[in-house]
């Protein structure tokens, strides 16, 4: 249910946009039409994208969900099954899969980011289309050898968005920057460490996306709000002191996907609870933070 302009039914959950939409001209205007025609209705909606048009994932996500109806092992066990295997191929590389968002996947544009089996090491950082070409394999039978090595926790990032696309989202008035990770590997996505200083340097300042005010509340005051997080977010007598002081002519991240973990730049400060936890854009011993599981428990 969503909440009207009269108060009735619940708050929806944020939803997350992904990798900002694939290569599809069409799909920025329709869905932010809908999504608009929505807010004019008094539906309460919400959306959060990070700035990078590529997303990373484990390699078995791409599978059908059906796959991983009776868990892991019988995920395992249909790769190893010819037949089945051969059934999640087409839905994979040819139907699409509702784990890839319903687009066949395109070898040459997803990369392996970790593996576990050692002798799989030589896979990361390349598409898993070049990968297989140094097998001597197809890409699918890659994909199988990798999945059953790893135990299925082999690690991918996809260079499948589209940057007109994740620009028009993050203009958007109803959108938050927001982003998970996974943090093995030799190449995880640089946006563990770039997320939020490369939104405020590369796409604020320096293409003018929108002005450093707004980007801020898009960090900060927008999301805070969103999830009912009281006294966070501002910066007002009585809040929780939760502050980042950087300089805006500075601030930005150089982690790329070649070299993802790189600090970011112009980060002078940040403090926690009040705590200051980074000085100079170094972290210290301090751990200030909190558990926050709720509205009802931030006092």
Known sequence: MHRDRRGRGRRPASRALPPQLPRQPRARPELLALIDAAIDRGVDVTLDAYPYSRSAT?????????????????????????????ELRRAVEQTGSDGNHGVPADWEAISISSVVAPGNAGAVGMPVAAWARARGVTAWRAVVELLVADDLATG???????????????????HTVGSDGILVGAHPHPREWGTFPRFLGAYARDEGLMTLEDAVHHLTGRPARRLGLRDRGIVRAGGFADLVVFDAERVGSPATYEDPRRRPEGIRQVRVNGVRVVEGGRRNAAIAGRAVRGAESLR
């Open 156 to 174: 991918c990032v996809l260079d499948v968005g589209d940057e007109h696309n994740m620009r028009a989202i993050m203009r958007h008035s109803a």
């Open 58 to 86: 484990s390699l078995v996500s791409l599978l059908p969900s059906a796959a991983a109806v009776d868990g892991p092992a019988g995920v395992l066990r249909r790769l190893e099954d010819p037949a089945a295997s051969e």
